[in-house]
């Protein structure tokens, strides 16, 4: 398992990921070797596929769009850099990190980066705000037929009006700022990489 | 030692300093992304230096012990942890409990996990009663036959071993330890000399007040939890849409269960905003609430009339000898039929109120309360009412009958005649309720659910209209009716259990047999209610009215035992003028001699009103300070709020909510008092900038004094 990761992985390409994402050495090997063992077709990408037999992505109401999130624009396929480059946004957030330079760009794994990759969970059009209708099909996919339309039709009016603050109806990225506030995301949208 | 006696006082905080910061190091150990072997050295590094330093805190002679000390502390505190840990796995039905939970919502499962309590309880009751009543009788008293009131008497010996005597609870069951009439009155039995006369009244008196120690205790912490809402309000249907999913759940059957309670929890959450913007007709909706009072009094005034009715005539019933098996059974027959019938009544009745659904379960529960304590007290008073008619019949009867004991020849204990003993008859009709009310519950559960919902799944394929979704379609679960049942089950336990010790271990294995058959039932053939609304944080509704039923029924017992003379013939007490004198004699002859005066004049009356003057005095002030502290918690949140607001108000760059600052921006309109604005950023809507709300400068106004 790990003899075969560590020969297709070139040191430089191993430095690069880590300036970009953060992650250490021995993480990005440890991932790597994740990476090969989703990998089923054995060329060096992911498919959605491979992504779709993950049994808690598989439940999640929202998985396919999670999935979805692996992957450019319009491209079938997902590469190590891009699948690392995603899972970059769920490394825990440091103490020490905050200390470093402020002209340096933001990492990929700040508080307002990840808001920003929940965010585009939701926004399925791109146009940084999130209407009443990706809602109601967010709350379709969570609720399923339990519940009236007209009832989910309601719920969405009020998410919104808990939300907006602008009155333009629909919730910007900002205002989805200021709904998460209190709440832990650091926390609930970190995953420990165990070494 | 004298170097470190030597050390100073500055040296000795900053070493204190460095030791709390390691402890902080260990204990966030756990959360920083470092690598094992990293985090091992550290933590290493970290505990010994706590350990070198920790005990060098300690001054001079006593540092040994200091170290000693902080060591014990720390096994203690490891000892506690595992401990909790152990009490938590030990919790049954918790994985039932959340299925149903995660299906039906919080009310339903707030009933299981109020059963599960009672069984708690009833638990103890029975350690209680078994350890220190049944079991040193059966090891160390008197076996059955040898004395006339443990044998069954020569006239009903032929019939003592049929079915139907024994389901009456008659026949071996009446002479067994299950009821009052077999304990033996000797003070002390054994080699341990027992006292089991004392220990009887003990246990009886220890049951009530146990009882009420674990109520109280309980509505005190569910009291606590009960405050603190906070400000969640703000943001419930989004956080309920952004956060609730839950990454971690991998098998398919946990997953089924949480969309179940995020549909649940949206429900509760819209019937919430319902109930708070429905208009109101208010006249029309009074008027209606003061009708169905109305009517519901009426039903509750019928059903105690009939219920007197039926126990004259039983009564009538008991002095002729052919007796149906209805006629025998009616009372109890009558008392479960009523008790079937009103509580649905009084929900159609309900529906003309059009409360929230949780006050409306409330009410309904005070009404079915009503019903049951009116149902209840009609029966004692006729019972104790029988209980007095026949007292003064036999009492002659005994006294004549003693005057032949002066030398008894040896005769056989069942040919023995002896007197009738009415604390047994009281036990066997509390058992008989108590047996039927469970038949009536189970059969209720049988038929009215499950035959219901197999009737509707297998004859809706061959049904003209579709019976799943119209009438009769799948029931739902009865909250207040289960709830009230328990609560009144457990009333007639506390009060019986002093007549019939074996009651409670009846009535364990009805609540242990009832969990997994309601739990069942529920899953199997209910479906969740149309309005799904939470249960209120504090159960202490549930918990009041248990308490009060407590006291009801502590009333009955604590007169017994104070004014009624116990039978003469049989039980502990047999030969007494009334029950307590067994404490007198136990004071007497036990207890040292100055005991017995001090007690003398604890009884004074002169000591005890000034004791009950002084108890009133502490309520009342324990009352005021807790007033007190309510009042200083609201101004807390209060503060709070405003606060919040206005933090709320300055990033959003609208108006002030405080009245002074208002004035002041209205006073000087140019200047701007509050932060300016943060640059706009990308993306973004419009925002409105402070300067862009002023339009016109106001001439300034001369300040005047």
Same mark, same amino acid.
């Given at each position: 398992m790990g003899s075969r990761a560590s020969t297709l992985l070139r040191e430089e390409e191993i430095e690069e990921i880590k300036k970009e994402t953060g992650f250490s050495h021995s993480q990005i090997t440890r991932l790597y070797s994740r990476f090969t063992s989703l990998d089923k077709g054995e060329n060096g990408t992911l498919s959605r596929e491979d992504f779709q037999r993950i049994p808690e992505l598989a439940i999640n109401p929202l998985g396919d769009r999670i999935i979805n999130a692996f992957f450019p624009e319009g491209e079938d396929q997902v590469n190590f850099r891009g699948f690392m480059r995603t899972l970059a946004h769920f490394r825990p957030i440091e103490d020490n990190e905050k200390n470093k330079d402020p002209t340096a760009s933001e990492p990929l794994n700040s508080r307002s980066n990840k808001l920003l990759f929940a965010f585009r969970l939701y926004d399925l059009d791109r146009d940084d705000k999130i209407s009443r209708d990706e809602l109601l099909q967010v709350l379709r996919m969570m609720v399923g037929v339990n519940i009236s339309d007209e009832q989910l039709g309601s719920i969405a009016d009020r998410t919104i009006q808990e939300a907006d603050q602008n009155g333009d109806n629909s919730i910007s990225f900002n205002e989805f700022i200021k709904v998460l506030e209190k709440v832990d995301v650091e926390q609930k949208m970190s995953i420990r990489f165990l070494h | 030692d004298s170097e470190e006696e030597s050390m100073s006082e500055g040296e000795m905080e900053r070493l204190k300093e460095e030791v709390e910061e390691k402890k902080k190091v260990i204990a966030i150990m756990r959360n920083k992304p470092w690598r094992m072997k990293r985090r091992l050295v550290h933590l290493k590094e970290c505990q010994e230096f706590v350990d070198k330093f920790e005990g060098a805190l300690g001054k001079g002679k006593g540092r040994k012990f200091y170290a000693y000390k902080v060591m014990m502390t720390k096994?203690? &505190?490891?000892? %506690? +942890?595992?401990?909790?840990?152990?009490?938590? !796995?030990?919790?049954?039905?918790?994985?039932? &409990?959340? $299925?149903?939970?995660?299906?039906?919502?919080?009310?339903? *499962?707030?009933?299981?996990?109020?059963?599960r309590w009672m069984y708690g309880m009833n638990m103890v009751l029975f350690g209680l009663t078994f350890g220190l009543v049944v079991i040193p009788e059966v090891l160390m008293g008197l076996p059955y036959g040898s004395i006339p009131r443990k044998t069954v008497p020569r006239a009903e010996q032929p019939t003592a071993q049929d079915y139907s005597v024994l389901m009456d609870f008659n026949g071996y069951c009446k002479y067994s330890v299950l009821f009052y009439g077999y304990y033996n009155n000797q003070r002390t039995i054994g080699l341990l000399k027992f006292r089991l006369p004392l220990s009887y009244l003990m246990v009886g008196v220890g049951t009530f007040g146990y009882s009420l120690m674990v109520v109280i205790r309980t509505m005190a912490k569910n009291a606590d939890v009960g405050g603190g809402d906070g400000d969640d309000g703000e943001f419930t249907f989004a956080w309920k849409m952004f956060t609730s999913w839950d990454y971690l759940i991998g098998n398919a059957e946990t997953a089924d269960n949480k969309y179940a309670s995020i549909t649940t929890s949206f429900k509760e959450s819209i019937v919430d905003e319902q109930e708070n913007q429905k208009d109101e007709n208010i006249h029309l909706r009074r008027f209606l609430r003061v009708l169905a009072n109305f009517m519901i009094i009426c039903c509750l005034g019928g059903s105690g009339y009939l219920i007197f009715f039926v126990v004259k005539r039983s009564q009538e019933f008991a002095n002729r000898d052919d007796l149906s098996w209805y006629e025998k059974n009616e009372l109890e027959l009558i008392m479960s039929l009523l008790g079937l019938v009103c509580p649905p009544l009084f929900e159609t009745i309900a529906e003309l109120e059009e409360y929230h659904p949780r006050i409306a379960l409330k009410w309904q529960l005070g009404r079915i309360f009503a019903l049951f304590l009116g149902n209840l007290y009609t029966f004692l008073f006729a019972l104790f009412?029988?209980?007095n008619n026949k007292k003064e019949y036999y009492a002659n009867f005994t006294l004549y009958n003693n005057d032949t004991d002066t030398t008894p020849p040896p005769m056989d204990p069942s040919d023995v005649i002896r007197g009738p003993c009415w604390e047994t008859a009281v036990g066997i009709e509390f058992v008989k309720l108590t047996v039927s009310d469970i038949q009536v519950t189970y059969l209720t559960i049988l038929i009215g659910d499950f035959a219901r919902a197999v009737i509707v799944r297998f004859l809706n394929y061959c049904w003209c209209w579709d019976l799943e979704a119209t009438y009769p379609s799948y029931g739902e679960f009865d909250i207040?009716?289960?709830?009230?049942?328990?609560?009144?089950?457990?009333?007639?336990?506390?009060?019986? *259990?002093f007549y019939a010790p074996g009651l409670v271990g009846i009535n364990v294995l009805r609540l242990l047999s009832s969990m997994y058959y309601q739990c069942w039932a529920v899953m199997a053939t209910n479906v969740p209610h149309e309005r799904v609304f939470k249960a209120s944080k504090s159960n202490n509704f549930y918990m009041g009215l248990l308490l009060l039923i407590l006291f009801l029924s502590l009333l009955p017992v604590v007169y017994t035992i104070m004014t009624l003379p116990p039978s003469f013939d049989c039980g502990p007490f047999s030969g007494k003028a009334k029950m307590f004198d067994v404490i007198m004699e136990t004071i007497d002859l036990d207890l040292p001699a100055f005991l017995g005066t001090l007690m003398g004049y604890a009884?004074?009356?002169?000591?005890?009103?000034?004791?009950?003057?002084?108890m009133v005095l502490a309520i009342y002030y324990l009352n005021?300070?807790?007033? *007190?502290? %309510?009042? *200083?918690?609201? $101004?807390l949140k209060k503060k709070m709020q405003?606060?919040?607001? $206005?933090?709320?108000?300055? +990033?959003?760059? !609208?108006?002030? !909510?405080?009245?002074?600052?208002?004035?002041?921006?209205?006073?000087?309109?140019? +200047?701007?008092?509050?932060?300016?604005?943060?640059?706009? $950023?990308?993306?973004?809507?419009?925002?409105? !900038?402070?300067?862009?709300?002023?339009?016109?400068?106001?001439?300034?106004?001369?300040?005047? +004094?």
């Amino acid at each position: 398992m790990g003899s075969r990761a560590s020969t297709l992985l070139r040191e430089e390409e191993i430095e690069e990921i880590k300036k970009e994402t953060g992650f250490s050495h021995s993480q990005i090997t440890r991932l790597y070797s994740r990476f090969t063992s989703l990998d089923k077709g054995e060329n060096g990408t992911l498919s959605r596929e491979d992504f779709q037999r993950i049994p808690e992505l598989a439940i999640n109401p929202l998985g396919d769009r999670i999935i979805n999130a692996f992957f450019p624009e319009g491209e079938d396929q997902v590469n190590f850099r891009g699948f690392m480059r995603t899972l970059a946004h769920f490394r825990p957030i440091e103490d020490n990190e905050k200390n470093k330079d402020p002209t340096a760009s933001e990492p990929l794994n700040s508080r307002s980066n990840k808001l920003l990759f929940a965010f585009r969970l939701y926004d399925l059009d791109r146009d940084d705000k999130i209407s009443r209708d990706e809602l109601l099909q967010v709350l379709r996919m969570m609720v399923g037929v339990n519940i009236s339309d007209e009832q989910l039709g309601s719920i969405a009016d009020r998410t919104i009006q808990e939300a907006d603050q602008n009155g333009d109806n629909s919730i910007s990225f900002n205002e989805f700022i200021k709904v998460l506030e209190k709440v832990d995301v650091e926390q609930k949208m970190s995953i420990r990489f165990l070494h | 030692d004298s170097e470190e006696e030597s050390m100073s006082e500055g040296e000795m905080e900053r070493l204190k300093e460095e030791v709390e910061e390691k402890k902080k190091v260990i204990a966030i150990m756990r959360n920083k992304p470092w690598r094992m072997k990293r985090r091992l050295v550290h933590l290493k590094e970290c505990q010994e230096f706590v350990d070198k330093f920790e005990g060098a805190l300690g001054k001079g002679k006593g540092r040994k012990f200091y170290a000693y000390k902080v060591m014990m502390t720390k096994k203690w &505190i490891k000892f %506690q +942890r595992d401990f909790e840990n152990f009490k938590t !796995t030990c919790i049954p039905w918790e994985r039932k &409990i959340k $299925e149903v939970e995660s299906h039906f919502g919080s009310s339903v *499962a707030s009933y299981f996990i109020f059963l599960r309590w009672m069984y708690g309880m009833n638990m103890v009751l029975f350690g209680l009663t078994f350890g220190l009543v049944v079991i040193p009788e059966v090891l160390m008293g008197l076996p059955y036959g040898s004395i006339p009131r443990k044998t069954v008497p020569r006239a009903e010996q032929p019939t003592a071993q049929d079915y139907s005597v024994l389901m009456d609870f008659n026949g071996y069951c009446k002479y067994s330890v299950l009821f009052y009439g077999y304990y033996n009155n000797q003070r002390t039995i054994g080699l341990l000399k027992f006292r089991l006369p004392l220990s009887y009244l003990m246990v009886g008196v220890g049951t009530f007040g146990y009882s009420l120690m674990v109520v109280i205790r309980t509505m005190a912490k569910n009291a606590d939890v009960g405050g603190g809402d906070g400000d969640d309000g703000e943001f419930t249907f989004a956080w309920k849409m952004f956060t609730s999913w839950d990454y971690l759940i991998g098998n398919a059957e946990t997953a089924d269960n949480k969309y179940a309670s995020i549909t649940t929890s949206f429900k509760e959450s819209i019937v919430d905003e319902q109930e708070n913007q429905k208009d109101e007709n208010i006249h029309l909706r009074r008027f209606l609430r003061v009708l169905a009072n109305f009517m519901i009094i009426c039903c509750l005034g019928g059903s105690g009339y009939l219920i007197f009715f039926v126990v004259k005539r039983s009564q009538e019933f008991a002095n002729r000898d052919d007796l149906s098996w209805y006629e025998k059974n009616e009372l109890e027959l009558i008392m479960s039929l009523l008790g079937l019938v009103c509580p649905p009544l009084f929900e159609t009745i309900a529906e003309l109120e059009e409360y929230h659904p949780r006050i409306a379960l409330k009410w309904q529960l005070g009404r079915i309360f009503a019903l049951f304590l009116g149902n209840l007290y009609t029966f004692l008073f006729a019972l104790f009412d029988e209980v007095n008619n026949k007292k003064e019949y036999y009492a002659n009867f005994t006294l004549y009958n003693n005057d032949t004991d002066t030398t008894p020849p040896p005769m056989d204990p069942s040919d023995v005649i002896r007197g009738p003993c009415w604390e047994t008859a009281v036990g066997i009709e509390f058992v008989k309720l108590t047996v039927s009310d469970i038949q009536v519950t189970y059969l209720t559960i049988l038929i009215g659910d499950f035959a219901r919902a197999v009737i509707v799944r297998f004859l809706n394929y061959c049904w003209c209209w579709d019976l799943e979704a119209t009438y009769p379609s799948y029931g739902e679960f009865d909250i207040s009716g289960n709830v009230l049942g328990l609560v009144f089950n457990q009333g007639m336990i506390w009060m019986g *259990a002093f007549y019939a010790p074996g009651l409670v271990g009846i009535n364990v294995l009805r609540l242990l047999s009832s969990m997994y058959y309601q739990c069942w039932a529920v899953m199997a053939t209910n479906v969740p209610h149309e309005r799904v609304f939470k249960a209120s944080k504090s159960n202490n509704f549930y918990m009041g009215l248990l308490l009060l039923i407590l006291f009801l029924s502590l009333l009955p017992v604590v007169y017994t035992i104070m004014t009624l003379p116990p039978s003469f013939d049989c039980g502990p007490f047999s030969g007494k003028a009334k029950m307590f004198d067994v404490i007198m004699e136990t004071i007497d002859l036990d207890l040292p001699a100055f005991l017995g005066t001090l007690m003398g004049y604890a009884a004074n009356p002169g000591l005890i009103i000034p004791a009950v003057l002084l108890m009133v005095l502490a309520i009342y002030y324990l009352n005021s300070v807790s007033e *007190a502290y %309510q009042h *200083a918690n609201a $101004e807390l949140k209060k503060k709070m709020q405003m606060a919040r607001d $206005e933090e709320k108000n300055r +990033r959003n760059n !609208t108006e002030s !909510t405080d009245q002074v600052m208002k004035d002041l921006e209205d006073l000087l309109p140019n +200047r701007s008092l509050l932060p300016p604005a943060p640059p706009p $950023e990308t993306g973004a809507g419009e925002h409105h !900038t402070f300067t862009s709300n002023v339009n016109e400068p106001l001439a300034p106004i001369v300040q005047c +004094r």
